[in-house]
Every structure is written in structure tokens, then in C-alpha cells.
């Protein structure tokens, strides 16, 4: 079982290098893993137990037959785990299960989060909806509160924070949202009126917040697309040039934008349940989604037809479900950025062609989804 651990950490740290470094960190999260390291753990150490109570330091013989017989039991047991687990790595490393995996975790993000809530939506009466925004002395003001350390921010306890500015009586906008870095000292968030944060409401406030040393995927729907993005960008490398690769994390993130673009985004205002504002927590938007998702892949890509066009036929299939005039705007910003690209960076003129007739297809279903 050591050697097929240690064997399977060098075929991981391999894979890495391919895929990226969240290969690593889905292997310890997976529980079928975590199964399998603990049945060999506990079968090692109830041995060791069984194998103390056979050579006591006394002279009589005693061998503990039902001990020694379940222990042969668990040695079977685990033979089969490894068994399960050899078979189940081989597949969890294998780069389209990879590429699904984190598929799944964008769409279960934009699920949880679109709409999300980081705290209590704002009310959908007319008084309410048309409730006047930050104070004009909020800039003037305002006191920020600096983080207490250097980290990915990974979580925003808003309802804490709307407690906080409800007993106090504050008002609050939030500097940085989930996935983005902060260093100690900077603006975490601001709160008026300024005068009244003192050092234990400050420490309070930073309470609300957890920051790490890398990103996660609870409050932050970035991630995933990242993930797909580096893995796709790796596969475009000169050492790898693997588009197939790139092909399919373009067809995961077409599945996440098509999800998105039928949802609508969250208000980045929050409201105490007396109607009053509280906090604003601005968000990520589908346009800076899509930025994310398609700028770094189309800029590794500009020689490859099979990846332009994939992403253009992407398009497409979003334009056809969006509703937003500036997401289509952005969209067919990104169509002309890939037909430029085409032209720039591919010498067959039969490529180029391919290219420009998934262009026109995209523009052409954006300009009819613009007359509905």
C-alpha cells in the first residue's frame, strides 16, 4: 500500500504540471481518498495493537484468536480498497474527469450564487426598491478598515456584518470581494459614520472575514473558470500543445456563461430587516465572467483554428439564451476580438475562412437576439 501511495503521488505530481496545481488539492478533498487512507491507517494500527497484546512480557502464551481473525479480515478488506483505489485514480487523473470535475464546481457555484446572497437580499417593494444609495458625505466620512493580514479574501460573513451595522448604526460597502488578494493594512471595507469605529469594532468587523493562502470556490464563482482557463492555457503551451484539452475546457466554460447568462445578478445592496441599508457588497458581473473566461485562452490561441472556433461556436450557444444588451455587447466585443486574432495569427487562408463563418453566425444570432 506505501508503494502505491508513493507511486500515486509522483503520477499526481506529474499530472500537475499538465493541469495545474489544483489537481493536488481536489486529491486530498476527494472522500473516496480520504476512505482509503484512513481503511489502511486503521487496519495498520489495529494491527500493531493485536500484534502488543501476542507478545506481552509475561510468560504465559496467549494468542487472541478472535483479534488475530478480524485483523485478517481487515488485511482482506483492504486489499480490496487498494484495489478500488488504484482503479479510481487512474481515472480521478485522467484530464477530461479533471476538466468535469471542476465543470461541475462552476455550475454549482453560479447556482448557489446567482442569484447569491451574501446577505439579506434587497426588498422588492417600490419604496424599498427605489431607496436612495451611499450618502453624499459617505466619501468625506467614511473610515476604511484594513485587513489584519496578507491572504486571498475567501469568505464574507454578511450577516454578521449586517448585525454589526444594525446595533451600531453604520452604514458599510465592502472594498474587495471573494477570490481577490489583500495585503495587511488595505481597505477591507468602509464603514460610516467613521467616528464611531473604534479598535474593538474594527477587530469585529475583520472577524466577518476569512482570508487563506489561496482561493476557493464557496464565495467565489471565479475560481472555477480560473481553474478551467489555466488548464486550458497549459494544454496551449509549446510543451504540451494539446488544443483537445483547451477544446473541452472551452465547452465547460460555454456551459457556465450559458447558465449565467439566464440568471439574474444579485443587488450589491443589502437591507436590515427594517428596510434600511446596511451594506453594499459589490459583485462580479457577467461581463467580468466572460473577460475572465475567454481573454487568456484567445491570446494563447491565436495560431490554433480548432480552439478559435470552439470558442466562437461558445459564443454562439451563449448569445442564443442572453437577455442583457451589455452582455451581448460583450460578447460579440469578444467574437471580433477572436476574428482579429484569426486574421493576425493564422497563414491559411482555408482556416481563416472557418473562422469567419463562425463569426458571422455568432453576429448573427446576437443581432437577432437584439430585435426580440
Not at 156 to 162: G, H, M, N, P, S
Amino acid at each position: 500500500a506505501g508503494t502505491v501511495f508513493s507511486l500515486t503521488l509522483v503520477a499526481l505530481s506529474l499530472a500537475s504540471t499538465q493541469l495545474g496545481p489544483g489537481l493536488l488539492r481536489n486529491f486530498m478533498r476527494d472522500t473516496s481518498n480520504r476512505v482509503v487512507l484512513g481503511t489502511f491507517v486503521a487496519t495498520f494500527l489495529y494491527c500493531l495493537l493485536v500484534l502488543r497484546t501476542i507478545r506481552r512480557a509475561d510468560e504465559l502464551a496467549f494468542v487472541p484468536h478472535l483479534s488475530v481473525s478480524i485483523a485478517i479480515l481487515l488485511g482482506i478488506a483492504s486489499l480490496g480498497v487498494l484495489i478500488y483505489f488504484i482503479h479510481h485514480v487512474s481515472l480521478s487523473i485522467q484530464t477530461p474527469e479533471v476538466v468535469a470535475r471542476v465543470g461541475r464546481d462552476l455550475i454549482r457555484g453560479i447556482d448557489r450564487l446567482f442569484p447569491g446572497r451574501l446577505g439579506q437580499p434587497e426588498p422588492q417593494d417600490a419604496a424599498l426598491s427605489s431607496a436612495p444609495g451611499l450618502p453624499e458625505a459617505f466619501a468625506r466620512e467614511a473610515h476604511a478598515v484594513g485587513a489584519g493580514e496578507d491572504g486571498y479574501l475567501q469568505r464574507v460573513d454578511a450577516d454578521a456584518l449586517i448585525a454589526l451595522a444594525e446595533r451600531e448604526d453604520l452604514l458599510m460597502r465592502l472594498e474587495r470581494r471573494p477570490g481577490q488578494y489583500l495585503v495587511k493594512g488595505h481597505a477591507l471595507l468602509t464603514v460610516w459614520p467613521g467616528e464611531r469605529v473604534g479598535d474593538e469594532l474594527a477587530d469585529k468587523l475583520r472577524a466577518a472575514f476569512a482570508l487563506g493562502h489561496q482561493r476557493t470556490a464557496v464565495q467565489d464563482v471565479e475560481f472555477p473558470i480560473i481553474q478551467l482557463v489555466e488548464i486550458a492555457v497549459r494544454a496551449l503551451s509549446p510543451g504540451v500543445n494539446d488544443p483537445f484539452t483547451a477544446i473541452a475546457c472551452v465547452d465547460r466554460l460555454g456551459s457556465g456563461l450559458c447558465r449565467l447568462a439566464q440568471r439574474d445578478m444579485p443587488s450589491a445592496r443589502r437591507f436590515d430587516p427594517q428596510g434600511r441599508l446596511r451594506l453594499v457588497a459589490p459583485g462580479p458581473s457577467f461581463v467580468s465572467l466572460l473577460d475572465t473566461a475567454f481573454n487568456q485562452i484567445r491570446q494563447n490561441a491565436r495560431a490554433n483554428p480548432a480552439v478559435l472556433i470552439r470558442l466562437l461556436e461558445s459564443i454562439t450557444q451563449v448569445a442564443s439564451v442572453v437577455h442583457r444588451a451589455a452582455d451581448r455587447a460583450a460578447l460579440a466585443r469578444h467574437a471580433a476580438m477572436l476574428a482579429r486574432a484569426a486574421r493576425q495569427g493564422l497563414p491559411e487562408p482555408h482556416d481563416q475562412l472557418g473562422v469567419a463563418e463562425r463569426f458571422e453566425e455568432a453576429m448573427r444570432v446576437l443581432n437577432a437576439r437584439r430585435g426580440e
